[in-house]
C-alpha cells in the first residue's frame, strides 16, 4: 500500500514498486536507466522500503511477511543494478556472493521445524542504517510466518530481530531478536539508531531501538549484546520484562493466544497491538539533549489464533483480531527517553494515534505530524509546545530540515493513507473526518 522513499545518487533516483521492483532513474529527464526485478511479486512479495547506498551498493529489503515469502536484503551495483550479494533474513536459506553460494543464514531446522524456514517471512519492509564506525548495515526484520505461533515451535530465527550485515559480503556479523517464537506479530524492523554514550564509566557504541513490542533497547552495537531493555508505552501483557543475561523477554504466557481448534483458539487480550507500540515511523535522537523522541501509541488488541495452511501468494495469517484503544482521550504519544536510564523526560499525547516520523534539530527543537493535520513543534528539553500549523490532511510523512543561504527550513509531507485502512473499530473514529491529500509544505524558521 505504500512506498517509504527513494535513493538520490548522482543523476539517478532510485526507487522500489509493488510488484517488487528496483527502478533507477535519470533525475533531470526520467529517462529510465535500468529496472530489475528483485523477486516473484505472484508469490506475494513486494517492495515499500527505502534503499539505501553503501559502498557503491544500493541495498535494500523485500516486503510481504503476511504472504509467507522469504525475508531478504540484497545489494545491487548502483549504476547498473546488477547482484552484488543476497543474504535471507529466514535461518535453513542459502546466500550468494558474485553468483554463488555464501553460506546459509544460521544452521538448517536449528528453529524452524521442517520446510516451515522456506515460507518463515521476516520481511526487511523498513530498509536499514548505515553505520560507518563499525562498517555494518543494521537492517530489522518483519514478524515470521504465519502469525499463528503453535504451528512453528522455536525462536524461528531471524525473524523480529535486528541483523548487522557486512555491506561488502552479505554475512551476518551478529543478530539479537526482539521477540523469540513471536505470536502477535511484533515485527522486529524498527530502526537502530546509532549513538555513543558514556556506560559504566567508558565510552560505548551503542545502538537504541524502540520496538514494536513495546520496549526500548540498548546495544552494544558492534556485537548484538544487550544492555538495558525498558517499556516505552504504559502497558505491555505479553512480557514483564527482559533477563540481561539470555538477552531474552520473560513471557507471559497466558497472553499468548490459544492453539486453534476447528475453528479458532482461545482470545487473549494483548498489549501493545499488532500495529505496535511504535511502528514504522522513525524515532529520532538529539545530541544536544542526549535523549531519543518516540512517536508511540497506546492500543491494544483482541487476538486469535485460526487453521491456516501455506497457498502461494495468499495471506498465510492464522489469526484473527480486534484493535482497542487504551484510553479515552488519547492514542498517541510523542516520548522523550533518556538512553541512561530508560526513563521517560516528558510526553504529549495526542487524541489519534501517531503514524508520522520525528525531526530533532541542534536548535533544542523537535518537530512531528499529527493525523489531525498539524505539523507541531516542541521544546526538546522540556517537551512544550511552541508552535503548530494545520495542514489541511493527516501527516504520516516524516519532517527533515536544511539551510540555504544562511536561512534554516523544514518541510513536510501532508497526506493522509499508509496503513490507515487497517485502523478500524474504535481506533477508526478518532480519524473518521480527517481528509484526504497529498502536498508538500515547506516552513522558514526564525533567526530569532
Not at 527505502?50 to 551495483?77: C, L, T, W, Y
Not at 523498513?126 to 560507518?132: I, V
Not at 549513538?195 to 546495544?219: C, E, P, S, T, V
Amino acid at each position: 500500500m505504500v512506498n517509504r522513499g527513494a535513493a538520490i545518487y548522482g543523476d539517478k533516483i532510485i526507487f522500489g514498486t509493488l510488484d517488487a521492483r528496483l527502478v533507477a532513474l535519470n533525475r533531470n529527464t526520467g529517462k529510465v536507466i535500468w529496472n530489475k526485478q528483485i523477486a516473484d511479486y505472484k508469490a506475494g512479495y513486494s517492495f515499500t522500503a527505502a534503499p539505501m547506498i553503501v559502498h557503491g551498493k544500493i541495498i535494500v529489503g523485500n516486503s510481504g511477511g503476511e504472504f509467507g515469502v522469504i525475508g531478504e536484503i540484497q545489494a545491487r551495483d548502483v549504476n547498473t543494478g546488477e547482484l552484488i550479494w543476497t543474504r535471507p533474513t529466514i535461518e535453513g536459506n542459502m546466500g550468494t556472493l558474485g553468483g554463488k553460494e555464501n553460506g546459509m543464514t544460521g544452521k538448517l531446522n536449528a528453529s524452524w521445524q521442517g520446510d516451515q524456514y522456506k515460507q518463515g517471512g521476516g520481511a526487511t519492509w523498513l530498509g536499514g542504517t548505515y553505520d560507518p564506525d563499525t562498517n555494518l548495515i543494521y537492517m530489522g526484520t518483519g514478524n515470521p510466518a504465519p502469525w499463528n505461533s503453535h504451528l512453528r515451535p522455536g525462536d524461528n530465527l531471524y525473524t523480529a530481530s535486528t541483523l548487522a550485515i557486512d555491506p561488502d559480503t552479505g554475512q551476518i556479523k551478529w543478530h539479537y531478536q526482539t521477540t523469540p517464537h513471536d505470536g502477535w506479530d511484533f515485527d522486529g524492523v524498527n530502526e537502530l539508531i546509532p549513538f555513543d554514550a558514556m556506560r559504566g564509566g567508558k565510552m560505548m557504541k551503542l545502538g537504541a531501538k524502540a520496538d514494536r513490542n513495546g520496549y526500548f533497547f540498548i546495544l552494544d552495537r558492534t556485537n548484538g549484546k544487550l544492555l538495558q531493555a525498558t517499556p516505552f508505552v504504559s502497558k505491555t501483557t505479553w512480557a514483564t520484562g527482559y533477563n540481561l543475561k539470555t538477552g531474552r523477554p520473560n513471557y507471559v504466557e497466558a497472553n499468548r493466544p490459544g492453539p486453534p481448534t476447528a475453528e479458532k483458539g482461545t482470545t487473549v487480550f494483548a498489549a501493545p497491538a499488532f500495529l505496535g507500540a511504535k511502528n514504522w515511523m522513525p524515532m529520532s535522537y538529539s545530541q544536544q539533549t542526549g535523549l531519543f523522541y518516540v512517536p508511540s501509541n497506546e492500543w491494544g488488541m483482541d487476538i486469535w489464533n485460526e487453521p491456516i495452511a501455506y497457498k502461494k501468494g495468499a495471506a498465510f495469517l492464522g489469526a484473527g483480531f480486534t484493535i482497542k484503544p487504551l484510553y479515552e482521550d488519547h492514542i498517541g504519544v510523542l516520548r522523550a527517553i533518556d538512553p541512561a536510564t530508560g526513563k521517560i523526560a516528558w510526553e504529549y499525547n495526542n487524541k489519534a494515534p501517531l503514524w508520522g516520523g520525528v525531526l530533532s534539530t541542534a536548535g533544542n527543537l523537535v518537530f512531528t505530524g499529527t493525523p489531525e493535520g498539524y505539523l507541531k513543534a516542541f521544546d526538546a528539553k522540556s517537551g512544550k509546545e511552541l508552535w503548530k500549523f494545520n495542514t489541511g490532511s493527516g501527516v504520516v510523512g516524516t519532517p527533515i530540515t536544511w539551510e540555504t543561504d544562511g536561512e534554516q527550513y523544514v518541510a513536510v509531507m501532508s497526506g493522509w493513507g499508509g496503513a490507515v485502512p487497517l485502523w478500524g473499530g474504535e481506533v477508526a473514529k478518532a480519524v473518521q473526518h480527517i481528509n484526504q491529500g497529498g502536498a508538500l509544505w515547506v516552513f522558514k524558521l526564525p533567526k530569532s
